[in-house]
């Protein structure tokens, strides 16, 4: 039997749980009532195992006792990302087939219309800023309920390639505690149950990897401080006022961090650091090194999307390897492959492959995408990169982002690497852009830094700064300044919505 929130929280009641976003300390034992009401009332609206729910909620407590309740009740739930609009909402709703959908106020706009559109009952429909919320738990016994299982997230991918899909399992066998992964999982990297330990969250919980973090934590017993938006000062002042020891990232929060002024960085506290994990986008070598420079080897990170985990690579494995994102994780195993599906040489870019003992997924309601995903037991999320010979991962790109010009391909992680290294960039993209005689050209966007100005002399210093760095022909041809980049909350680009303008009437996949 593994550690869980329901049996932590049963233990010690008293411990805090979770910091909500007005500083509200909950203990666990407030908590798991709200859960076990939560989980009593799914049953009286006769929710059955293997049905699905959504919320559509910012990071607040609400949405961890909605998590938590659908979990130990054997349900799917769904994660709505915040910013969609109804008609986005209304997809997911009515692909997922979600039978009950929770939302707030600053949220309810979208929420309502994509339910009504659906044609999910008004009674389906709770906003939990209102007393129906509160009377929909109230009327339950705050007990555990009987039967219990565990349930699943069921997460839909970003949709940079096109509509949100649905990421679905089976659900596991048997009670909560006996299918839990948390304490292992967590235990990888060395995060161990009960003690001290506080997880920051920094990113929005509508995000898988945001969410699973959060809940692991809860389930070994840690607390979770949960903050209503994210700032570089903000959470420098969260780590030091709640003694911070673990929290997961995105490279934008890293870059965003470094651009504070140096006095800035040594006014808190940050020695209660321990585990800092980060995940969801490329990281440029170079600033995941000013980030060990200053808060020492505590940075993990972790390759991974919404179908699972890959890799993992310890602060001294990739001190050793800059660039690498590591080794598969022991429950998995992971293969680089030619378009033939023979295995690339060390060293040789192809097609990443991934497989999880025992586990699989579809892509629901989309059979020929789940196919295309798979081969053999292995899946691809289109992600290019290679191994050295000690068996180590290094990513190029996604297959679908790889520019080719000239019949060369060109891998644009790389170049915005070196971009963004520059002082006067705050971020940047690169995308292949049409070209009559290559095919394609290799097009920079850059938002730059604070201070920084955009002019002539300022391009032509970023394109001096490339051919120092690059070959010749990665180089960009072209370097725009934009006033920022479409990124989410989980620090994708969304290189989608920018190829879009330069390719529309031409016959690019994008």
Known sequence: MSASFWSTARAAPDRIAVIDTDDRAITAGALLAEVDRLSHAFSARGLVPGDAIAFDLTNRVELLEVYLAALQCGLYVTPINTHLLHGEVAHILADSGAKLCFYESATAEAARAACTEVGLAATDTLCVNDEAYRAFKSAQPATEPHARRLGAAFLYTSGTTGRPKGVRRPL??????????????LGLYGI??????????????????????????????????????????????????????ATMVVPTHFKRLLALPAGARTTHDLS?????????????PDVK??????????????????????????????????GTVGKAFPFARVRVLRPDGTDCAPGEPGE???????SRF?????RDKTERAWRDAFFTVGDIGYVDAEGYLFLCDRSSDVIVSGGVNIYPSEIEQVLGAHPAVADAAVIGTPDDEWGERVTALVALAPGATASDELVTELATHCRARLAGFKCPRTIEVVASLPRGDNGKLARRELREPYWRGRSRAI
């Open 172 to 185: 596991p066998i048997g009670a909560p505690e006996d299918a839990l992964r948390a304490e292992y999982y």
């Open 192 to 245: 161990a149950p009960g003690g001290d330990q506080v997880h920051l969250v920094c990113a929005p919980l509508h995000h898988g990897a945001a969410l699973n973090w959060c809940v692991d934590h809860l389930h070994l017993g840690h607390a979770a401080v949960l903050r209503e938006k994210w700032t570089p000062e903000g959470m420098l002042a969260a780590i030091e006022a709640h003694r911070v020891t």
């Open 352 to 358: 990443v492959y991934i497989r999880h003992a025992g």
């Open 362 to 366: 579809s892509y629901h309601n989309d």
């Open 289 to 322: 090194q000013q980030m060990m420079a200053w808060w020492g080897p505590v940075i993990y990170e972790v390759y991974a999307a919404s179908e699972g985990a890959a890799t993992m690579v310890t602060p001294a494995q990739w001190l050793a390897r800059p």
């Open 272 to 284: 209660s650091l321990r585990h800092v994990i980060h995940t969801g986008a490329p990281c440029a």
